[in-house]
Every structure is written in structure tokens, then in C-alpha cells.
């Protein structure tokens, strides 16, 4: 689970192929169709009525298995089975960039706290690291163990870390590695 940088939103993610965005007063739903997998809707909820599609996201070819939001809500980053990366901008729901074809899936996408980063996990064995000003690849890790399922930035932005059969966290400021957890081994 991922939340938006005011806490007023989060987001989750289940294998049935559905992305849940819920805000305290306008609630955003992402669903990713059984039979269309990478089709994504959004709607809005502002009390007990049912939700109100704002938009339906259609960009991706494959499924969406990871999104998350800019600190500020602007954005909305998506990982998808069809090996991209993808940025949207939640003002008009208009593909900003897409950011890399990857030789695998991209299984997670997570924006630094200050929105000026924004990684991505990949089944690849990769973290990439891209600017948020310019979209230029930034850095580019690889990690021990197997597939990044999941990547997260500190509070401060100081540290990164992937998730995969073990934990890596690299300083942000060298792109270093700072250590290697394997208790989960």
C-alpha cells in the first residue's frame, strides 16, 4: 500500500488485477477489467452513492501491476506487464511521458517524498531512477537476489530500497549500497 503525500489518499494493488485509489472526500477507483487486464478506470466517490467514472486509462498493453501518486497528486506513475513505465497527469488524465522499455515487467513505481524521483522495479533483476524535471534515467541498479517486487524511498529521500528475496538499500546521494537485509531468505 502506498499513500499520497498528504495521507488523504492511498493506493493497493491484489492479484485479481485491481488497483484501489481511495481519497477521504473524493474517492478515485482504478480497475483493471478481467477481460480487457491493462484497461484502467477511474472514478469518483463523495459520500455513500456508488462511484462515477471520470475516465478509463488505456495507454498500457499489458496489465497495470503497480501506480502511485507525486507527492502533490499531479501525477500518477503506472508499471505494467508490457515492460513500461508510464506518467500521467491527473488534471486531464493525458500520458506525460513513458519512461523506459524494460526487458521485463515493471512489478512497482514509487516517487521520492519530494516528487523529484520516481524508481521503478523491475522482474529484470533492475531499479531505475529517473528525474521527475527532465525524465532522464537518473541511475540504474541492479540488484542480488532475484525480481524487484517492490521499491520505496525513506521519508527523507536519503534511502532506497527493493524489495526481492532479500532487502537492498542504497543512499541516494552516492547510489551506493548502505546494506543488505536477508532475514526474509
Known amino acids: 500500500m502506498a499513500l499520497k503525500g498528504n495521507a488523504a489518499a492511498a493506493s493497493s494493488s491484489r492479484m485479481a488485477f485491481q488497483i484501489l485509489l481511495w481519497a477521504l472526500c473524493v474517492r478515485v477507483f482504478v480497475d483493471a477489467h478481467a477481460d480487457v487486464p491493462w ?3 477511474v472514478a469518483t466517490q463523495t459520500g455513500p452513492e456508488p462511484f462515477t467514472e471520470v475516465t478509463t486509462l488505456t495507454e498500457h498493453t499489458g496489465l497495470v501491476y503497480s501506480v502511485a501518486f507525486n507527492p502533490d497528486g499531479g501525477l500518477l506513475a503506472s ?3 508490457d515492460y513500461t513505465m508510464k ?5 486531464t488524465w493525458a500520458e506525460v511521458t513513458k519512461l523506459t522499455k524494460q ?3 515493471v512489478s512497482f513505481v514509487a516517487f521520492n517524498p519530494d516528487g523529484g524521483l520516481l524508481a521503478l522495479g523491475s522482474v529484470d533483476y533492475t531499479m531505475k531512477v529517473f528525474a521527475t524535471s527532465t525524465w532522464a534515467e537518473v541511475t540504474k541498479l541492479t540488484t542480488q537476489a532475484q525480481w524487484v517486487y517492490s521499491v520505496a524511498f525513506n521519508p527523507d529521500g536519503g534511502l532506497l530500497a527493493s524489495g526481492s528475496q532479500d532487502i537492498q538499500v ?3 546521494s552516492t547510489w551506493a549500497e548502505v546494506t543488505t537485509l536477508t532475514e526474509h531468505t
Do not use: P
Request: net charge positive.
Open 103 to 105: 526487458t521485463q515487467w
Open 87 to 91: 506518467v500521467f497527469a491527473t488534471s
Open 170 to 172: 542504497f543512499a541516494t
Open 39 to 41: 484497461r484502467r478506470r
Open 79 to 81: 508499471g505494467s506487464l
